[in-house]
């Protein structure tokens, strides 16, 4: 996988390219140490493919961006995938149950596993699981910490 750190406003991000595709968005707190050390020159297609990333998140970041245009190729379980489909279904500054999301991928029982699903998911806010909420409402579970789930409703939000 070639790598690339940018700065956002909720911390250090990790843009992870393979074949030609985005596999990885990470927080900071998922960052290996001394990543940003490691200045390997990369291939041509992975240059184009995290900048690109990087662009179209600080659009989003500031408010410009509601779609994302990246080829994307995560990594997981057909189930997991098929989630992960259904959170880019989620329109811009909307947000969706659990149990919303089970359903509209064919099993309406399978709350737990589709918050396992969310948790599992590579390539986070371009894939984005910070708009899946509890049933009350209630902001629920979070890779990154419920501060940036927050902080990306809120930009959504203020944005829509």
Known sequence: MHRKVMHSPIGRLMLGEEDGALVRVAFEREIPAGIEEQAEELPLQAKEVLEKAERQLDEYFAGERKVFN????????????????????????????YG??????????????????????????????????????????????????EKLLKLEKENS
């Open 100 to 149: 919303q999301i089970a359903a509209a991928v064919g099993n309406p029982k399978a709350s737990r596993a589709v918050g396992m699903a969310n948790h599992r998911n590579p390539i986070s806010i371009i894939v984005p699981c910070h708009r899946v909420i509890g049933a009350d409402g209630r902001l629920v579970g979070f890779g990154g910490g419920l501060w940036i789930k």
């Open 70 to 97: 990246l080829p994307l190729a995560p990594k997981g379980t057909e189930f997991q995938k098929k989630v992960w489909a259904a959170l880019r279904d989620i329109p811009y500054g909307e947000t969706r149950s």
